[in-house]
Structures are given as structure tokens and as C-alpha cells.
């Protein structure tokens, strides 16, 4: 019975592989692809399509222009064109040739692409600008530069009336007078270095030394020359006890002129007061050989308090 349902079944088995059907191969897609199936192919398509558009732009860029773009995608504003352009040189026309333009067409491409004309200069030559026709601006004429010159004559006129008085009022040690007419001829003649030498006086009689120096100051930068701002410079230093200062005053105006004597005599005061007999003694002689006078003025000045005795003075304080 076994061997009976073992043929049976082998029987049966063998039936059902002789009628199965074969699997079906695999088709091509139809119109109703799946929706999947066209997102596919949207997707491969799309670089096709950025590829040829790129390709297409650049066809329409100028050939310099396409060159000059950068790796970045970067592109400089277009400017707009001329209105007009420039009429070409007599030779060029001739020629027929563009090439004889200032620039060429490298410059006239840049000017589009918005580069400035300082770019433009270190790649070509620069396009010489048409010449404009302007009207010259009208020129103003001062009505009356005589009277000006006159009323600047009549100013320092008036300024020097001031001194003289200011001089006198100093004379008379009438300080505030003195000061209030010399500022008076400052203002109307602002480059009268006698008047601001003299308002340092005025303050050097005062013991302002300061004052007077910034006074005799203003007078040396109008005048660098002027020898006796120069020594009264020197004087002020000397009282404030400022030797350097005062040895280069009174040599600068030395420098100036030798014949002056109180620079000389200024300096035997500043070596006296230091103690320096010799070097007071030589400048002393100097002073003396230019003003005798300067005898009588050492015998009781008290710069010379310290070095009276030393035998090189007393040489020169004889009579």
C-alpha cells in the first residue's frame, strides 16, 4: 500500500511541474508608468536642462566678457552704453580699423561690465574725454583795492601816533596807560614789531617776565632779525635765571650785528653771575670797546657782585 501511494504521489508531483506555467520577463514601461518612475526621470533630467540653459547664456555674453567671469558666479552691473560714440581719429576712418581707438573694444566692454575707469587704465590705454565747452566763471573785481591800501596806510599811521604816546606814558612810568595805547597800535597794525617790543618792555619793567617774553617773541617771528627783541629775549631768560636760554639770545643777536654792544655786555652778566670771571672779562672789553659806557654801568650792577674783585675786572672797572 506504501509503495502504491508513493507512486501516486510521484505521479501527482510530476503532473504538476510538467503544467506549471514559466514566471514572465520583465516589460518595457507603458504609457501608465508609475508616478514614482516619473519623479525618476524629472530628477535626471533637470541637470540636462541647467546644463544646456548655462551653455546658452555664455553663447550670448561677449567672447571678453565670457573670459573675464570668475569661478564664482559672480557678475558686476552692466552700466548702460553711451549715448553717443566717440567719433574715431582721421587715421582710423581712413583705415576703416577699429584698432586705433584709444582703448579698443577691451575698454568699451569693460565700461559695460561696470568696471571703473581706474581698472580700465592698467589693462589699456585711457579714452581721452571729449573736450567740454564751458562757460569761464565770471571774475569778481574788488572795487577799491587803492582805498584799501590807503586806509591800510591810514591804520598804520594811526598806529604809529599811538606808540609815540605809549613811549612817553613808558617814560613817565604810567603803566596802564602805556599798556592800553600799545595794544591799541597792535590792532590796527598787527605786524608792528616795535609795538610788541616795547609791550615786552613794558612787562619786563613790571617783572613780568613771561609776559615779556611772549611779547618779544611775536616781534622775532616777524622779524627773526630784529637784534633788540633779540637782547631783550636774553634779558628776560637772564632774570629768570634761565642761562642757556639767555647765552643763545644774546649770541643769535651778535650773529645778527656784531656792533651792537649790550649783547656783549649782557653775556659778561650771565658769566658773572655764574661765577666765570674770565669769560665775563672777555665780553666785558668787547662791550667797553663799543660802549665806554658799559664801564660805569658793570661798577654798580649786581650780576657782577660775585667776580667785582677778581683782578681781570678790576683791570677793565678802572677809569
Same mark, same amino acid.
Given at each position: 500500500?506504501? #509503495?502504491?501511494?508513493?507512486?501516486?504521489?510521484?505521479?501527482?508531483?510530476?503532473?504538476? +511541474?510538467?503544467?506549471? *506555467?514559466?514566471?514572465?520577463?520583465?516589460? /518595457?514601461? #507603458?504609457?501608465?508608468?508609475?508616478?514614482?518612475?516619473? +519623479?525618476?526621470?524629472? #530628477?535626471?533630467?533637470?541637470? %540636462?536642462?541647467?546644463?544646456?540653459?548655462? +551653455?546658452?547664456?555664455?553663447?550670448?555674453?561677449?567672447?571678453?566678457?565670457?573670459?573675464?567671469? /570668475?569661478?564664482?558666479?559672480?557678475?558686476? /552691473?552692466?552700466?548702460?552704453? /553711451?549715448?553717443?560714440?566717440?567719433?574715431?581719429?582721421?587715421?582710423?576712418?581712413?583705415?576703416?580699423?577699429?584698432?586705433?581707438?584709444?582703448?579698443?573694444?577691451?575698454?568699451? !566692454?569693460? @565700461?559695460?561690465?561696470?568696471?571703473?575707469? &581706474?581698472?580700465?587704465?592698467?589693462? =589699456?590705454?585711457?579714452?581721452?574725454?571729449?573736450?567740454? =565747452?564751458?562757460?569761464?566763471?565770471?571774475?569778481?573785481?574788488?572795487?577799491?583795492?587803492?582805498?584799501?591800501?590807503?586806509?591800510?596806510? =591810514?591804520?598804520?599811521?594811526? @598806529? *604809529?601816533?599811538?606808540?609815540?604816546?605809549?613811549?612817553?606814558?613808558?617814560?613817565?612810568? %604810567? +603803566?596802564?596807560?602805556?599798556?592800553?595805547?600799545?595794544?591799541?597800535?597792535?590792532?590796527?597794525?598787527?605786524?608792528?614789531?616795535?609795538?610788541?617790543?616795547?609791550?615786552?618792555?613794558?612787562?619786563?619793567? !613790571?617783572?613780568?617776565?613771561?609776559?615779556?617774553?611772549?611779547?618779544?617773541?611775536?616781534?622775532?617771528?616777524?622779524?627773526?632779525?630784529?637784534?633788540?627783541?633779540?637782547?631783550?629775549?636774553?634779558?628776560?631768560?637772564?632774570?629768570?635765571?634761565?642761562?642757556?636760554?639767555?647765552?643763545?639770545?644774546?649770541?643769535? &643777536?651778535?650773529?645778527?650785528? *656784531?656792533?651792537?654792544?649790550?649783547?656783549?655786555?649782557?653775556?659778561?652778566?650771565?658769566?658773572?653771575? !655764574?661765577?666765570?670771571?674770565?669769560? @665775563?672779562?672777555?665780553?666785558?672789553?668787547?662791550?667797553?670797546?663799543?660802549?665806554?659806557?658799559?664801564?660805569?654801568?658793570?661798577?654798580?650792577?649786581?650780576?657782577?657782585? !660775585? #667776580?667785582?674783585?677778581?683782578?681781570?675786572?678790576?683791570?677793565?672797572?678802572?677809569?
Amino acid at each position: 500500500m506504501s #509503495v502504491i501511494n508513493q507512486a501516486l504521489k510521484k505521479a501527482q508531483r510530476e503532473q504538476l +511541474w510538467s503544467g506549471a *506555467r514559466p514566471l514572465p520577463l520583465p516589460l /518595457p514601461p #507603458v504609457a501608465g508608468t508609475p508616478p514614482r518612475r516619473r +519623479w525618476r526621470w524629472l #530628477v535626471l533630467g533637470l541637470p %540636462v536642462v541647467t546644463a544646456v540653459g548655462l +551653455w546658452l547664456s555664455l553663447r550670448l555674453v561677449p567672447g571678453e566678457a565670457s573670459r573675464a567671469l /570668475p569661478g564664482a558666479w559672480r557678475l558686476a /552691473p552692466v552700466a548702460p552704453p /553711451p549715448a553717443t560714440s566717440p567719433p574715431l581719429p582721421a587715421a582710423a576712418a581712413a583705415s576703416g580699423t577699429a584698432a586705433a581707438v584709444p582703448g579698443g573694444e577691451r575698454a568699451e !566692454q569693460l @565700461a559695460r561690465m561696470g568696471v571703473p575707469d &581706474a581698472e580700465a587704465a592698467g589693462t =589699456t590705454a585711457a579714452v581721452p574725454a571729449a573736450p567740454l =565747452t564751458r562757460r569761464a566763471p565770471e571774475r569778481r573785481v574788488a572795487p577799491a583795492a587803492v582805498p584799501r591800501q590807503e586806509a591800510s596806510d =591810514t591804520a598804520r599811521a594811526q @598806529a *604809529r601816533a599811538l606808540f609815540n604816546q605809549a613811549v612817553e606814558a613808558l617814560e613817565a612810568e %604810567v +603803566w596802564p596807560q602805556a599798556h592800553r595805547l600799545l595794544q591799541q597800535a597792535v590792532a590796527l597794525a598787527p605786524d608792528f614789531k616795535e609795538a610788541y617790543t616795547s609791550l615786552g618792555n613794558l612787562y619786563y619793567r !613790571q617783572q613780568q617776565y613771561q609776559q615779556a617774553i611772549a611779547m618779544y617773541e611775536k616781534a622775532l617771528a616777524l622779524d627773526p632779525a630784529y637784534v633788540k627783541a633779540r637782547n631783550n629775549l636774553g634779558s628776560a631768560y637772564l632774570r629768570l635765571a634761565k642761562y642757556d636760554q639767555a647765552i643763545a639770545a644774546f649770541e643769535q &643777536a651778535l650773529q645778527a650785528d *656784531r656792533t651792537f654792544s649790550l649783547p656783549y655786555y649782557n653775556l659778561a652778566c650771565v658769566y658773572a653771575r !655764574q661765577g666765570d670771571s674770565g669769560t @665775563a672779562a672777555r665780553y666785558l672789553r668787547q662791550a667797553i670797546a663799543l660802549e665806554p659806557q658799559a664801564r660805569q654801568w658793570a661798577q654798580r650792577d649786581e650780576d657782577f657782585r !660775585q #667776580v667785582r674783585a677778581a683782578p681781570e675786572i678790576q683791570q677793565l672797572l678802572r677809569p
